[in-house]
């Protein structure tokens, strides 16, 4: 594939992204879609830079924002879109909903809606497979805010204390909710693990995904090639509310300007000419999902009781 | 028939599971060092590997996270806690990913831990260090929760959790029982799920006891004390507060009418409050007297000996209550004050 390919293949797989969560918002007023959504809307570079770099048996851990990572780690349409349905073709049949996707046939693993949880199980996935000789790799994704939880520091410590081979993305959008990144913490995200001994990366245009996924797949290769822990930081800007389909600028914690910059920098929303040369397709590959999903049965009694134990 | 203490039958499981499968790792702080968990993990790291019989850091809820990961990636972890109070730093990992991972995702997953922790009760070991969690844990679905009273129910559930059961299983032992040696049946095992049933310890006639871990030995002692005097008591071991064998309950409460539920922990919202609960629906007119609950008072633990002997039931106020619910009187009371010193053999710190 040249890099002209590459482009366009990435670049269709953000579009569907962004279209699919923007169909997610014109739909979700009927309240056919039964659960919260955290919408990925600007940040899907970081999720196609990172996946394109991986393959099914690498596992990947992330958040209750994950329909990004859900679409770029190969997460079927169909099951995702009847899991919000709250069907029971859904990836989870219906008991997931959208913070809790899974796809263990292309290695999303989980999900969590409790901030920086999935961290240590991926430090253990990734221990466990180092001592059963598995290929895969385990990477995991968490925000700026799961840096400030207590089983951060504990997971980065047994990492590096048992060289580890997990990579840590830390998705940085500078907001927990509505508290800016600089209300909340008195460290640098990098020199904090750098006093693990945990080597980081920083990468500084989050738009690019091209150049996210040449820097991740080196990185990839070297933590396979020399077993260890490392952390790359990916700025970002999420364009949406926290939770929700809607924007929240009249909440006075950030401006539309601050969006701009992101914007700016955004292919889908600069490189209008191929949009228009991909929408339709992706279009129709969401029309079919929804479908899909408005077809599919409501769980039943039984289903309820289903997978407790 | 061969005797075997509760700490030496914990050893045997431990051993068992490392041969059993070799996917099975040990993880817990101190595992590994001269003490080796109270002596249950000694020379297992010799004979397996540092790897197998891990020590941790002091990181309860990333470790149990790790746990939890390493086994969703194909590894049996077992998890130690020499104090279950050390469990509440874990509870995110335990309560909202561990309980949680096989429904949130539709099946997809299991999640096989295996968590030890010990119940501290013995000497002045206050109030961060003697608590008894399991009808907090017990209350959310998606977890086990067994509280072996014997050598012989370590030997069966332990194996039966560790190598047969797919989801996570929370093992309260009781310090105090360590040192006491039990018979152990070696070829009467109870396998499969049936290793997490209730035990029908004694058959009696006048009142039910039903009780957990340690409880269940207390029972015994009153039991036979008031064999003297005529009076009959039926026990069961009630093993695991998950499990609950209502059948077993309710059969013997129809008999005798009378039940006393004896737990060690708290008795609010407790294993007592569970009971009453399944007899209030499920056995509604069986009692002639109303149900006691035996536990400790609704204080955290004293660490002096003077109020901790009147924090935690004594064998002098069982037997009472047993002789009340009968309508017994003109029968001695035991003056014991402290059920630690019956049982407390060891030593110093722990």
């Given at each position: ?15 569907k ?30 999720a196609?830079?990172?996946?394109e ?18 679409l770029?780690?190969?997460?079927d349409l ?26 263990p ?41 799961a ?6 520091h ?42 693990y001994?945990?080597?980081?990366h ?16 080196e ?6 090639n ?25 909440g ?23 949009v228009a ?5 992706v279009?129709?590959?969401i ?23 | ?83 279950a ?25 299991d999640?096989p831990?295996?968590?030890?922790a ?7 070991q ?22 072996p ?5 370590i ?17 309260l032992?009781?310090?105090l ?34 009780a ?45 009418g ?5 737990d ?22 069986l009692l ?11 204080t ?22 047993i002789?009340?619910l ?11 004050k ?5 049982y407390k053999k ?5």
């Open positions: 594939m040249n890099d002209k390919q590459l482009y366009k293949k990435m670049f269709k797989q953000a579009l992204i962004r279209l699919v969560e923007e169909d997610i918002i014109a739909r979700y007023q009927t309240d056919k879609i039964q659960s919260p959504v955290h919408l990925s809307i600007g940040q899907e570079a970081v196609v830079g990172i996946c770099s991986l393959s099914d048996e690498d596992l990947l851990f992330s958040t209750y924002r994950s329909h990004a990572f859900y770029a780690k190969g997460g169909n099951k995702m879109m009847a899991e919000l349905y709250g069907r029971i073709d859904g990836c989870c049949k219906g008991k997931g909903g959208s913070m809790h996707l899974a796809a046939e292309v290695g999303f693993v989980g999900t969590s809606a409790i901030v920086a949880s999935s961290l240590p199980n991926a430090v253990g996935a990734a221990m466990a497979g180092q001592m059963l000789g598995k290929k895969g790799l385990v990477v995991v994704v968490f925000g700026d805010g840096t400030e939880e207590g089983v951060y504990e997971s980065l410590n047994y990492a590096s204390l048992h060289k580890i081979p997990v990579v840590f993305v830390c998705e940085n959008n500078e907001y927990a909710v509505h508290s800016k990144i600089a209300d909340r913490q008195s460290y640098s995200i990098l020199e904090h693990a750098n006093v001994g945990i080597e980081t920083q990468i500084i245009d989050g738009a690019d995904f091209v150049n996210i996924h040449h820097t991740f797949s990185l990839c290769a070297s933590v396979k020399d077993p260890r822990p490392v952390l790359i930081e990916i700025p970002t800007c999420r364009y949406k509310e926290h939770v929700g389909p809607g924007e929240d600028f009249s006075g914690y950030r401006t539309e300007e601050e969006l701009a910059q992101w914007k700016a920098k955004d292919a889908l929303e600069v490189n209008s000419e191929l040369e991909c929408k339709d397709e279009l129709a590959e029309a079919v999902s929804v479908e899909f999903a408005e077809n599919s049965p409501f769980p039943q009694e039984k289903d309820l009781y289903d997978h407790v134990i | 028939m061969k005797t075997m203490s509760y700490g030496d039958a914990l050893a045997s499981a431990m051993l068992s599971a490392l041969e059993d499968n070799e996917n099975t790792v040990i993880f817990g702080q101190g595992a590994d060092d001269f003490k080796g968990v109270f002596g249950t993990t000694l020379g297992l790291p010799e004979k397996f590997g540092k790897h197998r019989v891990q020590d941790t850091p002091l990181s309860e809820d990333a470790m149990t996270g790790i746990c939890v990961g390493a086994a969703l990636n194909g590894l049996k972890p077992i998890h130690i806690h020499i104090r109070d050390f469990l509440f730093l874990a509870l995110n990992q335990i309560l909202n990913m561990a309980a949680k991972y096989k429904y949130m995702f539709g099946g997809h997953y999640v831990i295996f968590i030890r010990v119940i501290g009760r013995s000497w002045g206050g109030a961060q260090h003697s608590q008894s969690p399991q009808s907090l844990l017990a209350h959310f679905p998606g977890l086990k929760v067994i509280m009273a014997t050598s012989q129910s030997l069966e559930s332990y194996k039966y959790a560790i190598n047969d059961y797919s989801g996570p299983v929370i093992s032992e009781h310090r029982l360590y040192d006491v040696k039990f018979d152990v049946e070696e070829s009467q095992l109870r396998k499969g799920s049936d290793a997490l049933k209730s035990y029908f310890v004694r058959s009696g006639t006048d009142v039910t006891i039903v957990t871990s340690i409880m269940v030995l207390e029972a015994i002692r009153a039991a036979k004390y008031l064999e003297n005097y005529g009076i009959s008591c039926e026990i069961i071991d009630l093993h695991s507060p998950t499990d609950i064998d209502e059948e077993l309950i309710l059969n013997s409460l129809n008999k005798t009378r039940i006393v539920v004896a060690t922990s708290w008795v609010s919202f407790g294993v007592s409050a569970e009971i009453s609960r399944i007899i209030c629906q499920k056995g509604f007119g002639k007297k109303p149900l006691v609950s035996l536990g400790m008072v609704a955290p633990c004293p660490t002096a000996k003077a109020l901790e002997d009147l924090y935690y039931p004594n064998q002098g106020q069982f037997v009472e209550e002789l009340q009968v309508d017994k009187k003109d029968i001695p009371i035991p003056t014991e402290s059920m630690a010193d019956v060891f030593k110093g710190p722990f």
